[in-house]
C-alpha cells in the first residue's frame, strides 16, 4: 500500500480551474518535489494533500484513508505541515515553540512529561538551535525561525513531512542546510517528504521523484534525469535552459541562457 494516493484531484474557484486531474502516488520513505512555474497550483496542491483544503473533486488518501475523513488531532499525530511563511516572529520562546509539537500525542487532560521534555532537547541539539531555546521567536533571523519550525516538526514524529518553499527567502547556506537537515531526518527515520521548491537544482539534488505542474496539470512526472529536460523546461518556463551534470551527486542542473521571447 502506498503511503500517500492523489487521485484525480481538482480545484477550481468559480470558472477558475487551478488544479485539473492531478493523480500520483507516494511510497513511504520516499522524498517528492513539486515543482513548476509561478501560478501552476503548486502550493494549492499541497494545501489539498494535507487536509488543509477540500478539493472540487477526486480524493486524497493518506495510508488508504480519505484524508478528509480523519480527526484532526489523529492526522498531526502522522502529519507535518511547514507552510510557506514559516513560523510567525512571535514573543514565544524557542523552546516553548518546539514544544508544542508534542501536543498530537498528549491527551486533552495530560501535561508535558520526561518523555516530552527528552524529545525537545534532544531535537534541539540535533538542529543546531538549543543555544537559542530561551530566546524569543521575533529576536531571531529568517534562517534561524525556519529551523525552529523543522524542529517542531521533527518531535512531532511524523510519518510524512510537508514543505511549502521550505528556502523561500533564505540565503544559499541556509537553503542548503534546511535541506540537509530534512534529508538527515529521512535516513533516520525512513520518513516520507513531500515539497514544493521553487529552485529546480535544489529539487534535482534532494528529491528522489519530480512532479512537474503546468497551468494546474501534471506536465511530467519521474526522476531529476526524466522531468529536468531542455524541450520540457523550454516549453513550461519559457525559458532556455543549459542542463550540465553535477560534479559530485550527477543531479542535472540547470544554467539559464536567455528567455525564448
Excluded at 122 to 129: A, D, K, S, W
Excluded at 194 to 214: P, T
Aim: aromatic share 6%.
Amino acid at each position: 500500500m502506498y503511503m500517500l494516493t492523489v487521485e484525480t484531484i481538482s480545484k477550481q474557484y468559480g470558472e477558475n480551474n487551478v488544479l485539473r486531474n492531478i493523480s500520483f502516488k507516494v511510497n513511504k520513505g520516499t522524498t517528492v518535489g513539486i515543482i513548476g512555474p509561478n501560478g501552476s497550483g503548486k502550493s494549492t496542491l499541497l494545501k489539498i494533500i494535507s487536509g488543509i483544503l477540500p478539493s472540487t473533486s477526486g480524493f486524497v488518501n493518506f495510508e488508504g484513508t480519505n484524508i478528509q475523513q480523519l480527526k484532526q488531532k489523529d492526522l498531526a499525530r502522522k502529519m507535518a505541515v511547514l507552510s510557506q511563511n514559516g513560523l510567525e516572529p512571535m514573543p514565544i520562546s524557542v523552546y516553548d515553540t518546539v514544544m508544542m509539537g508534542r501536543y498530537p500525542h498528549l491527551k486533552w487532560y495530560q501535561r508535558v512529561g520526561a518523555h516530552d521534555v527528552e524529545k525537545v532537547q534532544e531535537v534541539l541539539y540535533l538542529t543546531g538551535i538549543n543555544h537559542l531555546q530561551d530566546q524569543l521567536l521575533d529576536t531571531l533571523s529568517g534562517g534561524e525561525r525556519q529551523r525552529v519550525a523543522i524542529a517542531k516538526a521533527m518531535v512531532q514524529e511524523p510519518e510524512i513531512l510537508l514543505l511549502d518553499e521550505p528556502t523561500t527567502y533564505l540565503d544559499i547556506g541556509h537553503q542548503l542546510n534546511v535541506l540537509e537537515l530534512v534529508n538527515y531526518w529521512k535516513e533516520k527515520t525512513a520518513l516520507t517528504v513531500v515539497m514544493v521548491l521553487h529552485d529546480l537544482n535544489l529539487a534535482s539534488q534532494f528529491c528522489e521523484q519530480l512532479i512537474l505542474l503546468n497551468e494546474g496539470e501534471i506536465e511530467k512526472i519521474g526522476s531529476s534525469n526524466e522531468v529536468i529536460q531542455q524541450d520540457i523546461l523550454e516549453k513550461v518556463y519559457e525559458t532556455i535552459p543549459e542542463i550540465v551534470t553535477h560534479p559530485i551527486n550527477q543531479a542535472p542542473q540547470i544554467l539559464l541562457t536567455g528567455n525564448l521571447h
